[in-house]
């Protein structure tokens, strides 16, 4: 019995915590600080930390190949996956369009699965991803229509192309697997990823990243880097070991419903009701596809979401 109470409490502090980066990524478009700098200050902070952590446990030397191969992937997992998120985000793309749109990720990864790892998703996948994608263009379209009109619709493509970002990375992580430890490869993923957000900021910025100062600033920045970096990192990896990895990918189609609350609750965005269906649409449509990928042949590695889903 009280293994079953630990189990459920992993999977709701996985699908909080990572339902938070939404939250905290909107909470830093509303600082004062510029959110790209922000963000290279917030993966900064974050990599001291797992660095330090990683010191504490006495980490060895690191093989230069397997640190470049992490550099790589995490410059796409977490660089290029939330560069295309905050920049949606900044340009007024709603906190839940952006969530259900990532959500979808480890339903492309399966798709995709098949000319890289080979795996195959049987026809029931497939049909799950139309539903999923038909969900999701009914949720942009009410954002659409009832957001005013605040985001171009081109600001849309930002989430699809994190959401790519993201797969080709999870994808390159499993074909290239290293065996670096957690803490290392964290540690490695994090610091490429400030890479990312400082040179980002700089171009935009034209020089370095100001340092965060005013109260929402820290408060963004503190949010991200307990709550969606080091709770959410840490509880994918708790309910990847006690639950699974179908069970946690499953549980990550629970996010965008979880940040919509999130995002009630905060910033008052109200979805109509064709908003509710189209996310209701696009998770029974995720749910059904990774059902069938779950059960769709042989899995000869290990599967694609070992550094994905992603969260902010």
Do not use: K, N
């Not at 490429?192 to 910025?205: D, K, Q, S």
């Not at 990550?252 to 269906?277: C, D, H, K, N, R």
């Amino acid at each position: 019995m009280r293994a079953s109470w630990v189990s459920m409490l992993i999977a709701m502090g996985f699908v909080v915590c990572w339902s938070s980066g939404f939250v905290g990524g909107r909470l830093a478009t509303e600082a004062d600080t510029p959110v790209l700098s922000l963000f290279a200050w917030r993966f900064l902070l974050a990599s001291l930390l797992v660095a330090l952590w990683w010191r504490l446990v006495g980490g060895a030397r690191l093989a230069q190949r397997d640190v470049v191969r992490e550099m790589i992937v995490g410059s796409l997992t977490m660089g290029g996956y939330l560069l295309g998120i905050i920049l949606a985000l900044e340009h007024g793309v709603s906190t839940g369009v952006a969530a259900l749109i990532t959500a979808l990720q480890p339903l492309l990864a399966a798709a995709l699965a098949g000319p890289w790892l080979g795996e195959r998703l049987s026809a029931r996948g497939w049909a799950g991803m139309a539903v999923a994608t038909l969900g999701v263009l009914l949720y942009v379209l009410d954002d659409i229509e009832h957001g005013g009109g605040s985001a171009p619709l081109w600001a849309y493509a930002l989430p699809l192309g994190s959401v790519v970002a993201v797969t080709l990375g999870s994808l390159l992580s499993v074909r290239r697997a290293t065996a670096m430890p957690l803490a290392a490869t964290l540690m490695v993923q994090l610091f490429a990823a400030t890479g990312i957000f400082t040179l980002a900021a700089v171009i935009v910025a034209g020089g370095p990243p100001p340092l965060p100062a005013d109260r929402l600033s820290l408060t963004a920045m503190g949010w991200l880097v307990v709550l969606s970096s080091l709770g959410g990192y840490g509880f994918f990896v708790a309910s990847l070991r006690r639950l699974g990895v179908t069970l946690t990918s499953s549980l990550v189609y629970l996010t965008p419903a979880v940040t919509l609350l999130w995002a009630a609750a905060m910033f008052g965005e109200q979805p109509s009701a064709q908003g509710i269906a189209g996310m209701a649409i696009a998770i029974a449509g995720a749910g059904m596809g990774m059902r069938s990928a779950g059960t769709a042949g042989p899995r000869p590695r290990a599967p694609v979401a070992r550094h994905a889903p992603q969260t902010l």
